[in-house]
């Protein structure tokens, strides 16, 4: 069984590792054309991503828009774009019209928004000892990747 990290910004940043593993794989899907590939590369991704941004709005966010509302409504406004625009990149996909550079561009956009977590939210999460705690404690938390849950590696 994986070790469980002990803080949030561990526990979330290994989740983003993970799912930074699965994007790099639908971006080669994407700039080698293999429509079967990026399909299955981009849903586990996608998968993925919806299921860590449900874990952050059901297990911190609520918790840390006490201290700091302004900041929990703009990322909480940013998962909602993200799922947009991955409902975007999904129909493309299924069209056969799924581009590089629309991959590109949802990736610049993830990764300063992964920062942004990191530098408020993660380091306001590990000073909650409640926050992580439920964060850590959260029923099925544990389990492989692919099953959409954060996956704390060994």
Do not use: C
């Not at 899907?29 to 449900?54: M, P």
């Not at 993830?110 to 380091?123: D, K, Q």
């Amino acid at each position: 069984m994986p070790r469980r990290p002990q803080n949030a910004r561990t526990f979330l940043g290994l989740d983003h590792r993970r799912l930074e593993r699965l994007l790099e794989s639908a971006l080669r899907a994407v700039a080698g054309g293999d429509r079967a590939e990026i399909r299955t590369t981009w849903g586990a991704f996608e998968s993925g991503l919806r299921s860590h941004f449900q874990a952050e709005e059901e297990y911190i966010l609520p918790f840390f828009a006490k201290d700091a509302p302004d900041e929990a409504a703009a990322l909480l406004a940013e998962h909602g774009e993200f799922r947009k625009l991955m409902d975007e990149f999904g129909m493309r996909v299924d069209l056969h019209a799924a581009s590089m550079e629309l991959a590109q561009s949802f990736t610049e956009k993830l990764r300063a928004h992964a920062r942004r977590e990191a530098r408020e939210m993660y380091a306001w999460a590990d000073r909650d000892v409640e926050a992580a705690g439920r964060l850590l404690a959260a029923e099925g938390v544990e389990q492989a990747p692919g099953t959409g849950k954060p996956d704390t590696g060994s």
